[in-house]
Protein backbone atom coordinates (compact mmCIF):
# COMPACT_ATOMS: atom_id res chain seq x y z
CA UNK A 1 0.00 0.00 0.00
CA UNK A 2 1.27 3.34 -1.00
CA UNK A 3 0.24 6.60 1.20
CA UNK A 4 2.24 10.31 0.73
CA UNK A 5 2.56 12.90 2.82
CA UNK A 6 4.40 16.62 3.45
CA UNK A 7 7.61 17.36 5.12
CA UNK A 8 9.96 20.27 5.19
CA UNK A 9 13.79 20.07 5.04
CA UNK A 10 16.44 22.97 5.79
CA UNK A 11 19.64 23.98 3.72
CA UNK A 12 21.16 26.86 5.17
CA UNK A 13 18.39 29.48 5.50
CA UNK A 14 16.50 28.01 2.88
CA UNK A 15 13.73 25.58 3.74
CA UNK A 16 12.53 23.32 0.66
CA UNK A 17 9.39 20.92 0.64
CA UNK A 18 10.11 16.93 0.91
CA UNK A 19 7.51 14.40 -0.36
CA UNK A 20 7.71 11.79 2.37
CA UNK A 21 6.56 8.32 0.07
CA UNK A 22 6.13 4.78 1.61
CA UNK A 23 5.29 1.93 0.09
CA UNK A 24 4.50 -1.37 1.93
CA UNK A 25 4.09 -4.42 0.84
CA UNK A 26 4.22 -7.89 1.46
CA UNK A 27 7.32 -10.03 1.73
CA UNK A 28 10.89 -10.35 3.34
CA UNK A 29 10.32 -7.66 6.41
CA UNK A 30 12.51 -4.52 6.13
CA UNK A 31 12.27 -0.94 6.92
CA UNK A 32 14.68 1.04 4.62
CA UNK A 33 14.53 4.95 3.98
CA UNK A 34 15.68 6.40 0.83
CA UNK A 35 16.66 9.18 -0.69
CA UNK A 36 20.42 10.87 -0.04
CA UNK A 37 19.73 10.59 3.50
CA UNK A 38 22.55 10.43 6.46
CA UNK A 39 22.75 8.52 9.65
CA UNK A 40 20.51 10.48 11.84
CA UNK A 41 17.66 10.06 9.38
CA UNK A 42 19.10 5.86 9.58
CA UNK A 43 18.57 6.22 13.50
CA UNK A 44 14.91 7.12 13.19
CA UNK A 45 14.22 4.01 11.75
CA UNK A 46 14.87 2.62 15.48
CA UNK A 47 12.99 6.22 16.90
CA UNK A 48 9.91 5.33 14.99
CA UNK A 49 9.52 1.96 15.31
CA UNK A 50 9.73 2.49 19.41
CA UNK A 51 7.62 5.41 19.21
CA UNK A 52 4.96 3.10 17.57
CA UNK A 53 5.45 0.44 20.22
CA UNK A 54 4.95 3.60 22.51
CA UNK A 55 1.28 4.03 20.84
CA UNK A 56 0.45 0.34 21.12
CA UNK A 57 0.74 -0.27 17.44
CA UNK A 58 3.26 -2.91 16.04
CA UNK A 59 5.15 -2.48 13.37
CA UNK A 60 4.09 -3.94 10.19
CA UNK A 61 5.92 -7.22 9.62
CA UNK A 62 6.08 -6.48 5.92
CA UNK A 63 8.86 -4.72 3.62
CA UNK A 64 8.64 -1.35 4.38
CA UNK A 65 10.59 1.12 1.93
CA UNK A 66 10.54 5.02 2.61
CA UNK A 67 11.51 7.20 0.13
CA UNK A 68 12.33 11.44 0.90
CA UNK A 69 11.53 13.55 -2.47
CA UNK A 70 13.34 15.26 -3.96
CA UNK A 71 16.40 12.94 -3.98
CA UNK A 72 18.95 15.52 -4.41
CA UNK A 73 18.69 17.52 -2.14
CA UNK A 74 20.39 16.69 0.96
CA UNK A 75 18.25 15.89 4.28
CA UNK A 76 19.55 16.03 7.41
CA UNK A 77 18.39 15.94 10.77
CA UNK A 78 15.48 14.52 12.18
CA UNK A 79 13.41 16.65 11.12
CA UNK A 80 11.02 14.02 9.09
CA UNK A 81 10.44 11.44 11.70
CA UNK A 82 6.70 12.77 12.21
CA UNK A 83 5.59 13.00 8.68
CA UNK A 84 7.47 8.88 7.90
CA UNK A 85 5.44 8.20 11.38
CA UNK A 86 2.12 9.35 9.73
CA UNK A 87 3.11 8.24 6.45
CA UNK A 88 3.13 4.68 8.03
CA UNK A 89 0.12 4.73 9.67
CA UNK A 90 -1.98 5.48 6.74
CA UNK A 91 -0.30 3.18 4.55
CA UNK A 92 -1.33 0.79 7.32
CA UNK A 93 -4.92 2.06 7.23
CA UNK A 94 -4.75 3.08 10.72
CA UNK A 95 -5.90 6.41 10.52
CA UNK A 96 -8.03 7.67 7.65
CA UNK A 97 -6.99 10.39 5.05
CA UNK A 98 -4.13 12.97 6.56
CA UNK A 99 -4.83 15.97 4.33
CA UNK A 100 -2.72 16.85 1.11
CA UNK A 101 -2.10 20.59 2.65
CA UNK A 102 -0.87 19.41 5.61
CA UNK A 103 2.72 19.39 6.71
CA UNK A 104 4.74 17.22 9.67
CA UNK A 105 7.69 18.23 10.85
CA UNK A 106 9.39 16.86 14.61
CA UNK A 107 11.49 14.37 15.83
CA UNK A 108 9.94 11.45 18.16
CA UNK A 109 11.53 10.03 21.18
CA UNK A 110 12.05 6.59 22.12
CA UNK A 111 8.87 6.91 24.10
CA UNK A 112 6.52 9.07 21.55
CA UNK A 113 6.83 12.39 22.68
CA UNK A 114 7.73 14.73 19.93
CA UNK A 115 10.99 16.47 20.35
CA UNK A 116 11.60 20.33 19.13
CA UNK A 117 13.88 20.70 16.04
CA UNK A 118 15.53 23.79 14.78
CA UNK A 119 14.89 26.06 12.08
CA UNK A 120 11.02 25.61 12.25
CA UNK A 121 10.18 29.03 11.29
CA UNK A 122 11.94 29.15 7.46
CA UNK A 123 10.13 25.95 7.19
CA UNK A 124 6.65 27.38 8.34
CA UNK A 125 7.07 30.36 6.28
CA UNK A 126 7.94 28.39 3.08
CA UNK A 127 4.96 25.69 4.04
CA UNK A 128 2.72 29.02 3.68
CA UNK A 129 4.14 30.25 0.70
CA UNK A 130 3.58 26.71 -0.67
CA UNK A 131 -0.29 27.00 -0.17
CA UNK A 132 -0.19 24.80 2.83
CA UNK A 133 -3.48 25.27 5.08
CA UNK A 134 -2.19 23.45 8.74
CA UNK A 135 1.40 22.62 9.50
CA UNK A 136 1.74 20.06 12.84
CA UNK A 137 5.11 21.20 14.91
CA UNK A 138 6.81 20.09 18.42
CA UNK A 139 4.72 21.81 21.14
CA UNK A 140 7.95 23.50 22.10
CA UNK A 141 8.33 25.20 18.47
CA UNK A 142 4.76 26.26 18.45
CA UNK A 143 5.02 29.21 19.42
CA UNK A 144 7.35 30.64 17.08
CA UNK A 145 5.80 28.90 13.90
CA UNK A 146 2.83 30.34 15.18
CA UNK A 147 4.26 33.87 14.04
CA UNK A 148 2.96 33.07 10.43
CA UNK A 149 -0.02 34.06 9.99
CA UNK A 150 -2.34 32.23 7.23
CA UNK A 151 -1.58 28.21 8.06
CA UNK A 152 -3.10 26.44 10.89
CA UNK A 153 -0.22 25.62 13.54
CA UNK A 154 -0.67 22.20 15.54
CA UNK A 155 1.31 21.59 18.97
CA UNK A 156 2.15 18.37 19.12
CA UNK A 157 3.47 17.08 22.03
CA UNK A 158 3.23 13.24 21.40
CA UNK A 159 2.77 10.70 18.82
CA UNK A 160 -0.28 9.27 20.29
CA UNK A 161 -2.24 12.85 20.39
CA UNK A 162 -1.61 12.57 16.26
CA UNK A 163 -2.89 9.40 15.98
CA UNK A 164 -5.94 10.58 18.30
CA UNK A 165 -6.43 13.84 16.37
CA UNK A 166 -6.71 12.00 13.00
CA UNK A 167 -9.04 9.34 13.82
CA UNK A 168 -11.42 12.21 15.47
CA UNK A 169 -11.23 11.05 18.86
CA UNK A 170 -9.28 14.05 20.32
CA UNK A 171 -9.49 16.80 17.69
CA UNK A 172 -7.13 19.27 18.55
CA UNK A 173 -7.27 22.99 18.19
CA UNK A 174 -4.82 25.51 16.01
CA UNK A 175 -2.53 27.56 18.29
CA UNK A 176 -3.52 31.21 18.49
CA UNK A 177 -1.61 33.27 16.22
CA UNK A 178 1.01 35.07 17.97
CA UNK A 179 1.57 38.96 17.88
CA UNK A 180 4.84 40.14 18.82
CA UNK A 181 4.49 42.94 21.66
CA UNK A 182 5.49 46.31 20.67
CA UNK A 183 9.07 46.52 20.45
CA UNK A 184 9.95 47.83 24.15
CA UNK A 185 12.93 49.82 25.29
CA UNK A 186 13.52 48.77 28.56
CA UNK A 187 17.19 48.50 28.47
CA UNK A 188 19.07 48.70 31.48
CA UNK A 189 22.05 50.44 30.36
CA UNK A 190 21.73 54.13 29.40
CA UNK A 191 24.10 56.51 27.99
CA UNK A 192 23.36 59.04 31.32
CA UNK A 193 25.45 56.82 33.28
CA UNK A 194 28.44 57.80 31.19
CA UNK A 195 29.43 61.12 32.58
CA UNK A 196 31.62 63.32 30.25
CA UNK A 197 32.90 61.91 26.58
CA UNK A 198 30.72 64.11 24.64
CA UNK A 199 32.44 63.65 21.59
CA UNK A 200 32.71 60.11 21.53
CA UNK A 201 29.09 59.99 22.55
CA UNK A 202 27.99 62.28 19.73
CA UNK A 203 29.90 60.37 17.31
CA UNK A 204 28.05 56.53 18.51
CA UNK A 205 24.90 58.64 17.83
CA UNK A 206 25.77 59.40 14.40
CA UNK A 207 27.23 56.05 14.04
CA UNK A 208 23.02 54.74 15.28
CA UNK A 209 21.64 57.20 13.14
CA UNK A 210 23.43 55.97 9.84
CA UNK A 211 24.31 52.30 10.61
CA UNK A 212 27.85 53.10 10.46
CA UNK A 213 30.88 51.30 12.15
CA UNK A 214 32.72 52.50 14.72
CA UNK A 215 36.18 51.91 16.22
CA UNK A 216 36.78 53.02 19.93
CA UNK A 217 39.92 53.59 20.86
CA UNK A 218 41.48 54.93 23.62
CA UNK A 219 43.43 54.48 27.60
CA UNK A 220 42.10 51.54 30.09
CA UNK A 221 39.01 52.56 32.22
CA UNK A 222 38.23 55.78 29.71
CA UNK A 223 34.91 54.12 29.30
CA UNK A 224 35.11 52.31 25.55
CA UNK A 225 33.08 49.13 26.82
CA UNK A 226 30.94 50.78 28.70
CA UNK A 227 29.89 53.31 25.88
CA UNK A 228 29.40 50.18 23.50
CA UNK A 229 27.28 48.43 25.41
CA UNK A 230 24.66 50.97 25.65
CA UNK A 231 24.42 51.46 21.56
CA UNK A 232 21.36 48.93 21.68
CA UNK A 233 19.40 51.92 23.68
CA UNK A 234 19.61 53.89 20.62
CA UNK A 235 19.24 52.04 17.92
CA UNK A 236 15.91 52.54 16.27
CA UNK A 237 13.55 49.24 16.24
CA UNK A 238 13.46 46.77 13.81
CA UNK A 239 11.00 46.19 11.43
CA UNK A 240 8.68 42.98 10.80
CA UNK A 241 10.65 42.22 8.24
CA UNK A 242 13.96 42.76 9.82
CA UNK A 243 12.67 40.76 12.65
CA UNK A 244 11.74 37.49 10.72
CA UNK A 245 14.85 37.25 8.77
CA UNK A 246 17.02 37.91 12.19
CA UNK A 247 14.67 35.56 13.63
CA UNK A 248 15.18 32.98 11.21
CA UNK A 249 19.11 32.60 11.49
CA UNK A 250 18.30 32.12 15.45
CA UNK A 251 15.96 29.34 14.36
CA UNK A 252 18.24 27.54 12.71
CA UNK A 253 21.05 27.89 15.08
CA UNK A 254 18.57 26.82 17.83
CA UNK A 255 18.93 29.88 20.21
CA UNK A 256 15.44 30.72 20.01
CA UNK A 257 14.10 31.19 23.31
CA UNK A 258 10.40 29.41 23.78
CA UNK A 259 9.05 32.22 25.35
CA UNK A 260 10.41 34.85 22.86
CA UNK A 261 9.25 33.07 19.66
CA UNK A 262 10.43 36.46 17.75
CA UNK A 263 13.56 38.71 18.14
CA UNK A 264 11.86 42.18 18.50
CA UNK A 265 15.71 43.96 19.37
CA UNK A 266 18.25 44.65 17.40
CA UNK A 267 20.63 41.97 18.53
CA UNK A 268 23.87 42.76 19.73
CA UNK A 269 26.53 40.28 19.92
CA UNK A 270 29.78 40.28 21.73
CA UNK A 271 31.98 37.40 21.31
CA UNK A 272 35.06 37.39 23.49
CA UNK A 273 38.39 37.83 21.87
CA UNK A 274 39.70 33.81 21.55
CA UNK A 275 36.73 33.01 18.92
CA UNK A 276 37.42 30.53 15.99
CA UNK A 277 37.13 31.85 12.84
CA UNK A 278 34.30 29.79 12.34
CA UNK A 279 32.60 30.65 15.14
CA UNK A 280 32.92 34.26 14.20
CA UNK A 281 32.18 34.03 10.54
CA UNK A 282 30.01 30.67 9.99
CA UNK A 283 31.45 27.31 9.65
CA UNK A 284 31.59 23.73 10.35
CA UNK A 285 31.06 20.49 9.00
CA UNK A 286 27.15 21.36 8.69
CA UNK A 287 27.86 24.58 8.06
CA UNK A 288 26.10 26.87 10.97
CA UNK A 289 25.85 30.78 11.21
CA UNK A 290 28.61 32.79 12.56
CA UNK A 291 28.44 35.71 15.04
CA UNK A 292 28.35 38.08 12.38
CA UNK A 293 25.03 36.16 11.26
CA UNK A 294 23.66 36.16 14.96
CA UNK A 295 24.22 40.02 14.63
CA UNK A 296 22.56 40.02 11.50
CA UNK A 297 20.59 43.47 11.51
CA UNK A 298 21.65 44.20 14.80
CA UNK A 299 25.52 45.20 16.03
CA UNK A 300 28.40 43.16 16.73
CA UNK A 301 30.65 44.35 19.07
CA UNK A 302 34.44 43.22 18.75
CA UNK A 303 35.57 44.38 22.38
CA UNK A 304 39.51 44.39 22.74
CA UNK A 305 40.14 44.19 18.97
CA UNK A 306 43.69 43.88 18.92
CA UNK A 307 43.48 41.32 21.28
CA UNK A 308 41.84 38.90 18.34
CA UNK A 309 43.51 36.46 15.88
CA UNK A 310 44.37 38.63 13.32
CA UNK A 311 43.17 35.37 10.73
CA UNK A 312 40.24 35.43 12.49
CA UNK A 313 39.46 39.64 11.80
CA UNK A 314 40.95 39.23 8.11
CA UNK A 315 37.87 36.44 7.21
CA UNK A 316 35.29 39.60 8.20
CA UNK A 317 36.93 41.60 5.31
CA UNK A 318 34.53 39.95 2.64
CA UNK A 319 31.41 39.61 4.40
CA UNK A 320 31.33 43.05 5.77
CA UNK A 321 31.50 44.38 2.29
CA UNK A 322 29.22 41.80 0.30
CA UNK A 323 26.70 41.60 3.64
CA UNK A 324 26.55 38.02 3.23
CA UNK A 325 28.53 34.84 4.26
CA UNK A 326 29.45 32.24 2.06
CA UNK A 327 30.29 28.96 2.98
CA UNK A 328 31.39 26.15 0.47
CA UNK A 329 30.71 22.47 1.43
CA UNK A 330 30.83 19.50 -0.97
CA UNK A 331 27.01 19.55 -0.52
CA UNK A 332 26.68 22.54 -1.85
CA UNK A 333 27.01 26.62 -1.18
CA UNK A 334 25.30 27.73 1.70
CA UNK A 335 24.87 31.49 2.34
CA UNK A 336 23.78 33.56 5.25
CA UNK A 337 23.24 37.23 5.41
CA UNK A 338 25.31 39.71 7.74
CA UNK A 339 24.00 43.08 7.63
CA UNK A 340 25.62 44.38 10.71
CA UNK A 341 26.68 47.53 12.49
CA UNK A 342 30.50 46.63 13.79
CA UNK A 343 31.88 48.46 16.59
CA UNK A 344 35.09 47.86 17.79
CA UNK A 345 37.44 48.75 21.09
CA UNK A 346 40.96 48.47 21.36
CA UNK A 347 44.04 49.69 23.14
CA UNK A 348 46.45 52.22 21.21
CA UNK A 349 49.12 49.94 22.92
CA UNK A 350 49.73 47.20 24.77
CA UNK A 351 50.50 49.33 27.90
CA UNK A 352 47.24 51.10 26.69
CA UNK A 353 49.11 54.97 27.41
CA UNK A 354 49.99 55.78 24.14
CA UNK A 355 48.97 58.67 22.98
CA UNK A 356 47.79 59.99 26.71
CA UNK A 357 47.73 63.42 27.61
CA UNK A 358 49.11 62.99 30.85
CA UNK A 359 50.38 59.23 31.54
CA UNK A 360 53.52 58.48 29.59
CA UNK A 361 53.51 55.08 27.46
CA UNK A 362 56.12 52.79 28.32
CA UNK A 363 56.15 50.34 25.44
CA UNK A 364 58.65 50.66 22.42
CA UNK A 365 57.96 52.34 19.03
CA UNK A 366 58.56 48.45 18.09
CA UNK A 367 55.62 47.10 20.51
CA UNK A 368 53.12 50.03 19.70
CA UNK A 369 54.03 49.25 16.01
CA UNK A 370 53.36 45.06 16.35
CA UNK A 371 50.39 45.98 18.88
CA UNK A 372 48.61 48.52 16.30
CA UNK A 373 49.58 46.02 12.78
CA UNK A 374 47.27 42.94 14.13
CA UNK A 375 44.69 44.98 12.67
CA UNK A 376 45.18 45.90 9.14
CA UNK A 377 44.81 48.71 6.47
CA UNK A 378 42.26 46.86 4.45
CA UNK A 379 39.84 46.05 8.41
CA UNK A 380 41.27 49.57 9.46
CA UNK A 381 38.92 51.20 6.43
CA UNK A 382 36.21 49.47 7.19
CA UNK A 383 35.20 51.40 10.11
CA UNK A 384 33.65 54.86 9.41
CA UNK A 385 34.19 56.47 12.45
CA UNK A 386 37.84 56.29 14.34
CA UNK A 387 36.76 57.27 18.04
CA UNK A 388 38.92 59.00 20.00
CA UNK A 389 38.26 58.11 23.73
CA UNK A 390 39.83 60.70 25.70
CA UNK A 391 40.32 60.41 29.26
CA UNK A 392 37.40 61.21 31.72
CA UNK A 393 37.89 64.78 33.39
CA UNK A 394 37.70 64.85 36.99
CA UNK A 395 35.30 67.50 36.40
CA UNK A 396 33.27 65.53 34.73
CA UNK A 397 33.16 62.67 36.88
CA UNK A 398 32.39 64.42 39.81
CA UNK A 399 29.91 66.86 38.73
CA UNK A 400 26.55 67.15 39.76
CA UNK A 401 24.70 67.63 36.48
CA UNK A 402 22.81 64.75 35.11
CA UNK A 403 23.87 63.68 31.42
CA UNK A 404 21.92 63.58 28.66
CA UNK A 405 19.80 59.94 28.73
CA UNK A 406 19.44 57.90 25.66
CA UNK A 407 15.76 58.58 25.50
CA UNK A 408 16.87 61.77 24.17
CA UNK A 409 19.50 60.78 21.72
CA UNK A 410 17.22 58.04 20.37
CA UNK A 411 14.88 60.90 19.19
CA UNK A 412 17.75 62.70 17.16
CA UNK A 413 18.52 58.98 15.84
CA UNK A 414 15.04 58.23 14.65
CA UNK A 415 15.10 61.84 13.55
CA UNK A 416 17.44 61.01 11.25
CA UNK A 417 16.75 57.29 10.26
CA UNK A 418 12.79 59.07 8.95
CA UNK A 419 14.65 61.29 6.38
CA UNK A 420 16.63 58.19 5.18
CA UNK A 421 13.14 55.98 5.03
CA UNK A 422 11.90 58.88 2.44
CA UNK A 423 15.29 59.33 0.81
CA UNK A 424 15.34 55.27 -0.12
CA UNK A 425 11.82 54.56 -0.62
CA UNK A 426 10.82 52.00 -3.11
CA UNK A 427 14.68 50.57 -2.83
CA UNK A 428 15.60 47.93 -0.16
CA UNK A 429 18.47 50.10 1.30
CA UNK A 430 17.49 50.78 5.15
CA UNK A 431 20.10 53.34 6.08
CA UNK A 432 23.20 55.44 4.83
CA UNK A 433 25.64 52.75 5.63
CA UNK A 434 24.07 50.07 2.87
CA UNK A 435 24.18 53.15 -0.03
CA UNK A 436 25.31 51.17 -3.36
CA UNK A 437 28.26 53.03 -5.01
CA UNK A 438 26.20 53.55 -7.69
CA UNK A 439 23.41 55.75 -6.18
CA UNK A 440 26.08 57.17 -3.89
CA UNK A 441 25.83 60.54 -5.56
CA UNK A 442 22.45 60.94 -6.47
CA UNK A 443 21.34 59.88 -2.70
CA UNK A 444 24.09 61.81 -1.38
CA UNK A 445 24.37 64.97 -2.67
CA UNK A 446 27.05 67.82 -2.42
CA UNK A 447 27.47 71.32 -2.71
CA UNK A 448 30.12 73.35 -4.30
CA UNK A 449 31.92 73.79 -0.40
CA UNK A 450 31.65 70.29 -0.03
CA UNK A 451 32.86 69.33 -2.88
CA UNK A 452 36.17 71.11 -2.27
CA UNK A 453 36.29 70.27 1.03
CA UNK A 454 36.15 66.29 -0.36
CA UNK A 455 39.22 66.73 -3.02
CA UNK A 456 41.24 68.84 0.00
CA UNK A 457 40.47 65.60 2.46
CA UNK A 458 40.86 63.11 -0.36
CA UNK A 459 44.59 64.55 -1.01
CA UNK A 460 45.52 65.39 2.22
CA UNK A 461 44.76 62.14 3.68
CA UNK A 462 45.46 59.77 1.05
CA UNK A 463 42.30 57.93 1.11
CA UNK A 464 41.39 54.81 -0.59
CA UNK A 465 38.16 54.95 -2.76
CA UNK A 466 36.16 53.24 -0.04
CA UNK A 467 37.12 55.48 2.13
CA UNK A 468 36.48 57.63 0.10
CA UNK A 469 32.46 56.24 0.09
CA UNK A 470 32.69 55.91 3.82
CA UNK A 471 33.25 59.51 4.35
CA UNK A 472 30.54 60.39 2.53
CA UNK A 473 28.15 58.59 3.59
CA UNK A 474 29.04 59.53 7.36
CA UNK A 475 28.92 63.18 6.10
CA UNK A 476 24.73 62.61 4.33
CA UNK A 477 24.00 61.05 8.32
CA UNK A 478 25.70 64.13 9.59
CA UNK A 479 23.63 66.12 7.49
CA UNK A 480 20.56 63.78 8.04
CA UNK A 481 20.74 64.66 11.61
CA UNK A 482 21.18 68.33 11.73
CA UNK A 483 18.13 68.45 9.21
CA UNK A 484 20.17 69.73 5.77
CA UNK A 485 18.71 68.86 2.75
CA UNK A 486 22.43 69.40 1.43
CA UNK A 487 25.66 67.85 2.29
CA UNK A 488 27.78 71.01 2.53
CA UNK A 489 31.51 71.69 3.91
CA UNK A 490 30.86 71.61 7.41
CA UNK A 491 29.34 68.05 7.01
CA UNK A 492 32.36 66.63 5.10
CA UNK A 493 34.97 68.51 7.72
CA UNK A 494 33.54 66.82 10.41
CA UNK A 495 32.74 63.10 8.67
CA UNK A 496 36.81 63.16 7.93
CA UNK A 497 37.41 64.48 11.26
CA UNK A 498 36.40 60.75 12.41
CA UNK A 499 39.09 59.18 9.68
CA UNK A 500 41.83 60.61 11.45
CA UNK A 501 43.19 58.05 13.80
CA UNK A 502 45.02 55.84 11.25
CA UNK A 503 47.25 59.09 11.07
CA UNK A 504 47.24 59.42 14.54
CA UNK A 505 48.41 56.04 15.15
CA UNK A 506 49.05 54.35 12.38
CA UNK A 507 51.87 56.22 11.08
CA UNK A 508 54.28 54.94 8.14
CA UNK A 509 56.00 51.82 9.13
CA UNK A 510 53.19 50.31 11.11
N1 LIG B 1 32.83 58.26 31.39
C1 LIG B 1 32.62 57.53 32.46
N2 LIG B 1 31.63 57.82 33.33
C2 LIG B 1 31.41 57.07 34.42
N3 LIG B 1 32.13 55.98 34.73
C3 LIG B 1 33.13 55.63 33.92
C4 LIG B 1 33.42 56.37 32.75
N4 LIG B 1 34.45 55.79 32.12
C5 LIG B 1 34.79 54.73 32.86
N5 LIG B 1 34.01 54.63 33.93
C6 LIG B 1 34.11 53.61 34.99
O1 LIG B 1 35.24 52.82 34.69
C7 LIG B 1 34.89 51.48 34.48
C8 LIG B 1 35.69 50.92 33.32
O2 LIG B 1 35.23 51.45 32.11
P1 LIG B 1 35.30 50.61 30.79
O3 LIG B 1 35.34 49.18 31.11
O4 LIG B 1 34.24 51.07 29.88
O5 LIG B 1 36.72 51.08 30.26
P2 LIG B 1 37.46 50.68 28.96
O6 LIG B 1 37.75 51.92 28.23
O7 LIG B 1 36.69 49.65 28.24
O8 LIG B 1 38.80 50.08 29.53
P3 LIG B 1 39.74 48.91 28.99
O9 LIG B 1 40.60 49.52 27.95
O10 LIG B 1 40.53 48.52 30.19
O11 LIG B 1 38.86 47.83 28.47
C9 LIG B 1 33.41 51.49 34.22
O12 LIG B 1 32.80 50.32 34.64
C10 LIG B 1 32.94 52.68 35.00
O13 LIG B 1 32.69 52.31 36.31
MG1 LIG C 1 37.02 47.65 27.85
Known amino acids: MFAKVSSLGLFGLNAFPVDVEIDISRGQPYFEIDGLTDTVIKESRDRIRAAMRSCGINFPVASVMVNLAPADMKKSGSVHDLAIFMAILRAMRMIEDVPEDAAFIG ?60 RGEEPMTPSEHYIPPEAAYNETL ?105 AHNGLLFLDELAEFDRRTLEIMRQPLEDRRVTIARASGTIT ?17 YYGHPKRKCICSQKKVSAYLSKISGPLLDRFDLHIDVAPVEYDDLSAKTSEESSADIRKRVMAAREIQAERFRGTDITCNALITPDKLHEMCPMDDGAEAMMKSVFDSLGLSARAYDRILKVAQTIADLGGSEVITRRHVAAAAQYRSLDRKYWQDGV
Open 107 to 166: ELSLNGDVRRVNGVLPMVMLARENGMKSVFVPAANAREASVISGIDVYAVHSAEQLILHF
Open 190 to 294: DFADVRGQQSAKKALEIAAAGGHNALLIGAPGSGKSMLAKRMPSILPPLTFEEALETTKIHSISGLLDPDTPIITKRPFRSPHHTISSAGLAGGGSIPQPGEISL
Open 336 to 352: YPCTIMLIGAMNPCPCG
